[in-house]
């Protein structure tokens, strides 16, 4: 039976917000969505079972942390990462060029080889060219890859920017050619260029001219404000192509995807929800809770009345309180299932609000409380 091909169809638009359906082999994900982080093959504290019950559709996966532990070529023996993990969710992975940036160590720039870089755990050096990352993306059998770009650390230099930017573009037409035609599969180019507007539209008018299934908007969360972040997707809203989701990698907090939705994106993942699940911090309709606060002790209410995946009600702040004070794991596995399934209903919301054409009254409702 052949595979289905790659699809994205908008449903519904209520000014630059929108929702729609990305038609992947694996199944159906509705956009706007949050991609829980999968690292290592893994959403850290929870089973896939459990991440497909908070509504979850689609998760990321890493080709930095894959190809250092445990290998490719492992991974690859058995089928690829969806079997690896015992997954059948779709499944994107990032090129691992964040990574090399952020976490490798006496890391070099080459801008034929790619990346030349040891790795954060043993020392042993590596090479990522952008080959070399689809290669690895295609052995994973990722459902959505991404393309091999340069992220440069957080900088007002613009010629560093600009530098940086044209390079990612050229490694974008060798990571085009790289992934060859696979139909069934999606291929992501990267939009770089920093905090300014003129680098940020050339390096879009470039990439579409490549031409690829979506489009991501990088080098953002890199300890910008939210307002710098803002004007990016400002700049870029009525330049991205319509007809193809449009994702917004590594972000971030409800404020912030409340924000991006507003600007036309269809895609985020981040990190903070599992991260801050597993240090006490949950994200509530009402806002965060800090549940090792001391006032929590007395408190046998649940988390957040509102929020009803997983019948996580069950569990009174107090007794959470009692999880984290006491570093018991099952607290982190809750609370990051509760972060998750926080992330998801609000992603449920926005989409019944950009269909009941009243996003922009649920965005001022929850803009600033979130």
């Not at 992220?151 to 930017?165: A, E």
């Amino acid at each position: 039976m052949a595979l289905k091909k790659f699809a994205f169809k908008i449903l519904d638009k209520d000014n630059y917000a929108r929702t729609g359906i990305i038609e992947t082999h694996r199944g159906k994900i509705r956009t706007p969505a949050f991609m829980p982080v999968g690292t290592q093959a893994t959403v850290k504290a929870c089973t896939i079972d459990d991440i497909k019950k908070t509504g979850s559709e689609v998760i990321l996966g890493n080709t930095y942390h894959l190809m250092i532990r445990p290998g490719v070529e492992r991974i690859k023996r058995v089928g690829g990462l969806h079997k690896f993990m015992n997954c059948d969710l779709p499944i994107l992975t990032d090129s691992g060029g964040f990574q090399v940036m952020s976490l490798s160590k006496l890391n070099k720039i080459d801008r034929e080889k790619g990346s030349i870089f040891n790795s954060h755990v043993d020392g042993k050096k590596f090479y990522l060219s952008p080959e070399e990352s689809i290669r690895i993306q295609l052995g994973l059998n990722s459902d959505i890859l991404m393309i091999m770009d340069e992220c440069p650390k957080k900088t007002d230099n613009y010629n560093l920017i600009k530098k940086s930017m044209e390079l990612s573009l050229y490694w974008a037409e060798r990571s085009k050619k790289a992934f060859g035609n696979n139909p069934h599969k999606a291929l992501f180019g990267i939009i770089q260029g920093g905090l300014f507007k003129d680098l940020r539209l050339e390096s879009l008018k470039s990439l579409l001219k490549i031409d690829f299934d979506g489009y991501a908007i990088g080098g953002l969360a890199v300890g910008e404000s939210q307002s710098q972040m803002f004007n990016v997707l400002d700049y870029l809203k009525d330049n991205l192509p319509q007809e193809k989701p449009h994702y917004l990698m590594g972000v971030g907090t409800p404020a912030d995807i409340l924000g991006a939705v507003k600007r036309g994106v269809d895609m985020f993942d981040c990190v903070l929800p599992t991260r801050s699940g597993r240090t006490g911090l949950a994200f509530t309709w009402n806002g965060k809770v800090n549940i090792k606060n001391n006032k929590y002790q007395n408190d046998d209410t649940p988390l957040d009345v509102n929020c009803n995946n997983l019948n996580l009600n069950k569990y009174s702040k107090n007794y959470l309180n009692h999880l984290f004070n006491t570093n018991e794991i099952l607290g982190s596995m809750l609370l990051t299932l509760h972060n998750i399934s926080f992330y998801q209903e609000l992603m449920t919301e926005i989409r019944v609000n950009i269909t009941n054409g009243t996003f922009d009254k649920f965005y001022d409702k929850y803009i600033d409380k979130l």
